[in-house]
């Protein structure tokens, strides 16, 4: 069932609008806000580099679909960024939110983790 329901997803927001192309979920903790963003296409799929692997779990990646603009506006906000995928790790890095050269490499998906410091020590 929930494999029929992403796919009819994908389809419905590919023809619908093609900016409908990221997986977004937020969570508030403490004072900091967690944003987790992925290329849509990685969920449910397992990425590995060596001896790690990040499973792309639904329930972690995904509250919602989102478009470009809700991706900008959550990244301009968060604490913590859990970023993969393509198109996701390149708006980060278009927003100099991080250096292409922080990006690790998972089975060929860039992944990028960005920590913002919420105070001065």
Known sequence: ?????YCL???TSSSKNESLRYAIRTVKYQ????????????IDKQINHGE?????K???????????NEIES???KSTIS?????DTV???IEMNLAKRASVKYFSDVPFLMIYRFAQSY
């Open 82 to 86: 859990n970023l993969a995928g393509e």
């Open 1 to 5: 069932m929930y494999l029929v329901e």
């Open 52 to 56: 790690i692997t990040i499973n792309m």
């Open 31 to 42: 004072n900091s806000l967690m944003v987790n963003v992925c290329d849509l296409y990685l």
């Open 90 to 92: 390149n708006k980060a």
């Open 58 to 68: 639904k329930n972690y990646w995904m509250d919602k679909i989102a478009d470009e």
């Open 9 to 11: 997803i994908m389809e």
């Open 74 to 76: 959550n990244l301009k």
